[in-house]
């Protein structure tokens, strides 16, 4: 298959490389100069985007990330993209459009239980601009169209983890987070080519909720720090369950992060 790509950070590259090594033909659409050899890349604003040059294109992945985390930022990066997408994509034998979203959607943040099958009530203004980006795409696409909502992805550094253990001398409340492993992220984006019939969209954790402060306090340990004290027993945040993920057959490979973050650490 031919597979583009619209947007090319770290993880796109990463789950572009392991497409090509099946033997898929790899196209990348980016705004800066890429040199990876197993691909082909085009420099285009995706605001302006010309696919009539390109070779048929089968399948398409967007993973695209706002410079800063402003209502402005998300409008111009999510929302103004996704006509000139959509139009220049019509030309193109589309199978799917995997669109990269995030948990973000869901609003809760009283400790609540979360999984494929909840609604989706952003509490923000972030969170309701890629809702509405999730449902432009679904409507363009309506039957090639998967939505992807990874919670937080960890696995690249600990920097920000050090910084708040050496700066949290206590916590507020025990706020739940969640996570998943850049590399069983990248498996599963990949994966997604054979599965035959889709869910309209996955949410992609380890299935591993954990308070933020218990995260904290064993970076503390590790570096022989002074332990945080926990101000409240009050819950916020989510427990955020990928139901939809497991039922494909995809299996984890990093489900314990503390594993993770020590070889980090090492």
């Known amino acids: 298959m031919h597979i583009l790509f619209i947007g090319y950070g770290k993880t796109s590259r990463r789950v572009a490389k392991q497409l090509f090594e099946q033997g898929h033909q790899i196209t990348t659409i980016s705004r800066s100069p890429k040199t990876d050899e197993f691909a082909t890349h085009l420099i285009q604003d995706v605001h302006q985007l010309d696919l009539a040059p390109v070779p048929a294109i089968d399948w ?26 959509v139009a220049a994509l019509k030309q193109h034998p589309i199978q799917n459009v995997v669109v990269v979203s995030s948990t973000r959607v869901y609003g809760e943040n009283k400790g609540e239980r979360i ?30 169209c998967v939505v992807i909502r990874p919670t937080g992805i960890y696995g690249t550094s600990v920097a920000r983890m050090i910084k708040l253990a050496e700066a949290t001398q206590s916590y507020p409340q025990i706020h739940w987070s969640n996570r998943i492993h850049i590399d ?19 949410i992609v954790s380890n299935n591993q909720p954990i308070p933020l402060h218990e995260i904290i306090q064993w970076f503390q340990r590790q570096l022989h720090l002074p332990e945080l004290v926990l101000e409240s027993r009050k819950e916020t945040g989510k427990r955020i369950f990928a139901k939809r993920m497991v039922e494909t057959g995809f299996e984890l490979e990093h489900e314990d992060c503390f594993g993770d973050y020590e070889k980090l650490l090492k």
């Open 60 to 85: 398409v992945y967007v993973l695209l990330s706002p410079s800063q985390s402003t209502v402005e930022a998300y409008q111009q990066t999510y929302i103004d993209s996704v006509a000139p997408i």
């Open 115 to 144: 999984d494929d099958d909840s609604i989706m009530q952003p509490s923000d203004e972030q969170g309701r601009l890629l809702l509405k980006m999730e449902q432009l795409y679904q409507q363009a696409f309506a039957e090639h």
């Open 184 to 202: 069983d992220l990248i498996r599963f984006l990949a994966q997604l080519i054979h599965v035959e019939h889709p869910e309209k969209s996955y």
